[in-house]
């Protein structure tokens, strides 16, 4: 066959058959020396950049989950079946749901919370939706994503069924009582680690009866092409992945997606193995039977040269279907080797057919991810964002705006019982302009003593006042983060809570995790 | 006296490391295949960082899965050339070259490549020089089995109709021993 003859010859044509010249341990040494001088850098901003489709507390809890659930493993193996009533009971309320009283503000574990890593939506004080994901049983074997609702403030739940479209990649977005969606992804099995294996897909599953009967659509979330064919031709069948949904009514939502592109990302200490991210605007007005989308624009930084890396994540809130604000971190390619950043607000008045976009000032740098920003109207919005330098001396403060997002304060409470400790937060829910809630918790000690989130008290923060002053709010003493807090008009908040890790194992990254309840 | 267990660290960077010496040869021969001579090093050694940092997420790291992060910073080192160097990159190619016959040392072929689509190119490289089955090329520009099959006949025939191959090529090509 002429075909077979053609391929001998390029198969002949081959530039390159030998062996490498350079001596393997050489190579070998190379690659280690280069490995540990990157870990620092690691910690601080590539993890991030890395993983910003999901919520970087979310990435947490998942690795807290699996070392936890190791951990479980290995002590039972060493004590035998005989102690797993308690360790089924410590994961249980490790990842359960506290409920506070709209009156006093307190907190308090809620009687029979799921397991797993909840996300909850609460369109009434007694009605609420809940994701449980990464749970597990009693024998320390992972449980598929469920979805939950409560209809009397969380003493009890019952398992939802939902078509077997996918699991839950979105919170619940629930604009009345019984009017729900929520965005799936199903990955082909045994798919790669990536999350954009291809054959990936993605729907959206909505509700009108309280989650009673649910209908499905598939939706396409393409990646950006276009600029790299050698990039391209690893982009095909390849689809971006829900980060945000929230819904107005049964039939108009607006969403926000990361899909790979081919934009190769500039190397930050040599380093680079996918291209960027970027984020893109997506608004049904159908029910999610079709879509229009928009890629947020590359960036210029902020002395007007190109941004290497705009929006691989952005955070969406809007206070009505047509004013939505928008935050976004861009890394620039120019200033000390992409390793500064700023926070670029994003604001559209028609609903996010066109956006308009402006720098948040110092001394933001970054934004952090899932629940983390919302507007309660169309003039006041709060942001929990990344500010100071990179690792190891960032923080994290509360960025508010009370005129549409043309100037912007920011807060920084402190507690008074840990004046050394800094604040990480993880979740905004405002039940009006002025009325907010944060949930986070106190890194005892501070970075980079605290890095590894070795000495952490969960807390939750509220302000009546607009974010003039703000109270923390009690939590068990046993709680070490606050992951998410979900409020609704009458003021009655769910939030979601885990134990600290073990001061004896300060880092994900080698060995037992256990639960503070173990010992 | 009872051995001590390795750490799960110690553990991981032994396992990586037979990882790396399994692979180093392949993943060295598949960079300095698409970029300039000077930069292999500096690629190969890229790319196994990176797949240090994420070894330990994958269920079954394998040569796919490490070509696919050595394709992400061959694509990156390659943008970064200039023109001037991609012009360069053809002849830098050349130093490599292995002599197929007396009157063949390939330039031709690969400057046919050159007129093809950049993914038509990475096709036929993928399993003529590579030399990867059909379902590892799958993992590594994520496509089907199918597709791989079909978009590699396709690039073939593209190439047969770009060629311009001198006679002599074809006879020692169907006669070894003919001059």
Same mark, same amino acid.
């Given at each position: 066959?002429?075909?077979?003859?053609?391929?001998?010859?390029?198969?002949?044509?081959?530039?390159?058959?030998?062996?490498?010249?350079?001596?393997?341990?050489?190579?070998?040494?190379?690659?280690?020396?280069?490995?540990?001088?990157?870990?620092?850098?690691?910690?601080?901003?590539?993890?991030?950049?890395?993983?910003?489709?999901?919520?970087?507390?979310?990435?947490?809890?998942?690795?807290?989950?699996?070392?936890?659930?190791?951990?479980?493993?290995?002590?039972?193996?060493?004590?035998?079946?005989?102690?797993?009533?308690?360790?089924?009971?410590?994961?249980?309320?490790?990842?359960?749901?506290?409920?506070?009283?709209?009156?006093?503000?307190?907190?308090?574990?809620?009687?029979?919370?799921?397991?797993?890593?909840?996300?909850?939506?609460?369109?009434?004080?007694?009605?609420?939706?809940?994701?449980?994901?990464?749970?597990?049983?009693?024998?320390?074997?992972?449980?598929?994503?469920?979805?939950?609702?409560?209809?009397?403030?969380?003493?009890?739940?019952?398992?939802?069924?939902?078509?077997?479209?996918?699991?839950?990649?979105?919170?619940?977005?629930?604009?009345?009582?019984?009017?729900?969606?929520?965005?799936?992804?199903?990955?082909?099995?045994?798919?790669?680690?990536?999350?954009?294996?291809?054959?990936?897909?993605?729907?959206?599953?909505?509700?009108?009866?309280?989650?009673?009967?649910?209908?499905?659509?598939?939706?396409?979330?393409?990646?950006?092409?276009?600029?790299?064919?050698?990039?391209?031709?690893?982009?095909?069948?390849?689809?971006?992945?829900?980060?945000?949904?929230?819904?107005?009514?049964?039939?108009?939502?607006?969403?926000?997606?990361?899909?790979?592109?081919?934009?190769?990302?500039?190397?930050?200490?040599? !380093?680079?193995?996918?291209?960027?991210?970027?984020?893109?605007?997506? /608004?049904?007005? =159908? @029910? #999610?039977? &079709? +879509?229009? %989308? $928009?890629?947020?624009?590359?960036?210029?930084?902020?002395?007007?040269?190109?941004?290497?890396?705009?929006?691989?994540?952005?955070?969406?809130?809007?206070?009505?279907?047509?004013?939505?604000?928008?935050?976004?971190?861009?890394?620039?390619?120019? !200033?000390?080797?992409?390793?500064?950043?700023?926070?670029?607000?994003? /604001?559209?008045? =028609? @609903? #996010?057919? &066109? +956006?308009? %976009? $402006?720098?948040?000032?110092?001394?933001?740098?970054?934004?952090?991810?899932?629940?983390?920003?919302?507007?309660?109207?169309?003039?006041?919005?709060?942001?929990?964002?990344?500010?100071?330098?990179?690792?190891?001396?960032?923080?994290?403060?509360?960025?508010?705006?009370?005129?549409?997002?043309?100037?912007?304060?920011?807060?920084?409470?402190?507690?008074?019982?840990?004046?050394?400790?800094?604040?990480?937060?993880?979740?905004?829910?405002?039940?009006?302009?002025?009325?907010?809630?944060?949930?986070?918790?106190?890194?005892?000690?501070?970075?980079?003593?605290?890095?590894?989130?070795?000495?952490?008290?969960?807390?939750?923060?509220?302000?009546?006042?607009?974010?003039?002053?703000?109270?923390?709010?009690?939590?068990?003493?046993?709680?070490?983060?606050?992951?998410?807090?979900?409020?609704?008009?009458?003021?009655?908040?769910?939030?979601?809570?885990?134990?600290?890790?073990?001061?004896?194992?300060?880092?994900?990254?080698?060995?037992?995790?256990?639960?503070?309840?173990?010992? | 006296?009872?051995?001590?267990?390795?750490?799960?660290?110690?553990?991981?960077?032994?396992?990586?490391?037979?990882?790396?010496?399994?692979?180093?040869?392949?993943?060295?021969?598949?960079?300095?295949?698409?970029?300039?001579?000077?930069?292999?090093?500096?690629?190969?050694?890229?790319?196994?960082?990176?797949?240090?940092?994420?070894?330990?997420?994958?269920?079954?790291?394998?040569?796919?899965?490490?070509?696919?992060?050595?394709?992400?910073?061959?694509?990156?080192?390659?943008?970064?050339?200039?023109?001037?160097?991609?012009?360069?990159?053809?002849?830098?190619?050349?130093?490599?070259?292995?002599?197929?016959?007396?009157?063949?040392?390939?330039?031709?072929?690969?400057?046919?490549?050159?007129?093809?689509?950049?993914?038509?190119?990475?096709?036929?490289?993928?399993?003529?020089?590579?030399?990867?089955?059909?379902?590892?090329?799958?993992?590594?520009?994520?496509?089907?089995?199918?597709?791989?099959?079909?978009?590699?006949?396709?690039?073939?025939?593209?190439?047969?109709?770009?060629?311009?191959?001198?006679?002599?090529?074809?006879?020692?090509?169907?006669?070894?021993?003919?001059?």
């Amino acid at each position: 066959m002429p075909n077979d003859r053609f391929s001998d010859l390029i198969r002949h044509a081959n530039p390159v058959t030998q062996e490498p010249p350079r001596l393997m341990d050489d190579a070998w040494s190379d690659i280690v020396a280069a490995q540990g001088r990157a870990h620092p850098t690691f910690d601080g901003e590539r993890r991030r950049t890395r993983l910003t489709w999901t919520h970087p507390r979310r990435v947490f809890a998942v690795a807290a989950a699996v070392l936890l659930i190791a951990g479980v493993s290995t002590v039972m193996s060493v004590r035998g079946p005989s102690n797993s009533p308690s360790l089924s009971s410590s994961i249980t309320r490790a990842f359960g749901v506290v409920n506070a009283g709209a009156s006093t503000g307190d907190f308090s574990l809620t009687p029979a919370s799921p397991s797993g890593f909840n996300l909850v939506t609460c369109p009434t004080s007694q009605v609420c939706y809940l994701e449980s994901q990464f749970a597990f049983d009693s024998a320390g074997n992972p449980l598929p994503t469920t979805a939950y609702k409560t209809v009397d403030g969380g003493t009890s739940w019952t398992a939802m069924s939902m078509p077997a479209a996918g699991t839950p990649n979105t919170s619940f977005s629930c604009p009345t009582v019984s009017v729900c969606s929520i965005g799936v992804v199903k990955s082909p099995s045994g798919s790669p680690g990536s999350p954009f294996a291809v054959g990936t897909v993605q729907s959206i599953l909505s509700t009108t009866d309280g989650g009673a009967t649910w209908t499905s659509h598939v939706v396409s979330i393409n990646p950006v092409t276009g600029i790299d064919s050698a990039l391209d031709s690893t982009l095909v069948n390849v689809q971006g992945q829900w980060t945000h949904l929230q819904c107005f009514s049964s039939t108009s939502c607006i969403a926000t997606a990361s899909v790979p592109s081919d934009q190769p990302q500039d190397p930050v200490n040599g !380093v680079d193995d996918v291209g960027v991210y970027r984020a893109v605007i997506m /608004r049904t007005d =159908d @029910g #999610g039977a &079709t +879509w229009t %989308s $928009s890629v947020l624009p590359w960036s210029m930084n902020l002395d007007e040269s190109p941004g290497w890396s705009n929006s691989q994540d952005v955070e969406l809130s809007c206070s009505t279907a047509s004013v939505c604000v928008g935050v976004t971190t861009v890394v620039h390619s120019v !200033v000390n080797n992409g390793q500064t950043a700023n926070v670029l607000v994003w /604001r559209s008045n =028609d @609903g #996010g057919v &066109t +956006w308009l %976009s $402006s720098w948040a000032p110092a001394p933001a740098i970054g934004i952090l991810g899932r629940s983390t920003l919302t507007c309660p109207t169309t003039l006041q919005c709060y942001a929990a964002v990344t500010t100071g330098v990179r690792w190891p001396s960032r923080t994290e403060q509360i960025m508010m705006t009370m005129d549409g997002g043309v100037s912007w304060t920011f807060e920084s409470p402190s507690t008074s019982t840990s004046p050394s400790a800094i604040n990480n937060y993880n979740s905004i829910s405002c039940t009006s302009g002025s009325t907010c809630w944060v949930a986070g918790e106190l890194l005892n000690g501070g970075e980079p003593a605290n890095t590894h989130f070795n000495n952490t008290q969960a807390s939750i923060w509220s302000s009546s006042d607009s974010g003039t002053t703000w109270t923390s709010v009690l939590l068990p003493a046993q709680l070490g983060f606050a992951l998410e807090v979900a409020c609704n008009s009458v003021a009655s908040c769910l939030a979601v809570a885990v134990p600290p890790l073990d001061n004896r194992h300060p880092s994900f990254s080698g060995g037992e995790i256990l639960s503070n309840q173990e010992g | 006296m009872a051995n001590i267990p390795a750490s799960p660290d110690e553990t991981l960077s032994s396992d990586f490391e037979t990882f790396f010496r399994e692979n180093y040869s392949s993943i060295w021969r598949y960079v300095a295949r698409r970029t300039l001579q000077s930069k292999v090093d500096d690629v190969v050694s890229a790319s196994f960082i990176v797949a240090w940092e994420k070894y330990s997420t994958v269920d079954n790291p394998s040569l796919p899965w490490l070509i696919r992060i050595a394709s992400f910073e061959v694509a990156n080192a390659r943008r970064k050339q200039s023109r001037e160097h991609e012009r360069a990159f053809s002849a830098v190619l050349e130093e490599f070259a292995a002599p197929f016959g007396e009157d063949f040392d390939g330039s031709s072929v690969r400057s046919a490549m050159a007129t093809l689509g950049e993914s038509d190119q990475e096709i036929l490289r993928l399993v003529l020089w590579d030399e990867l089955p059909r379902e590892d090329i799958a993992l590594v520009l994520g496509l089907s089995n199918n597709a791989v099959n079909v978009r590699y006949h396709r690039a073939l025939q593209k190439f047969e109709r770009s060629i311009v191959v001198p006679r002599h090529v074809y006879r020692v090509k169907e006669d070894p021993n003919a001059k």
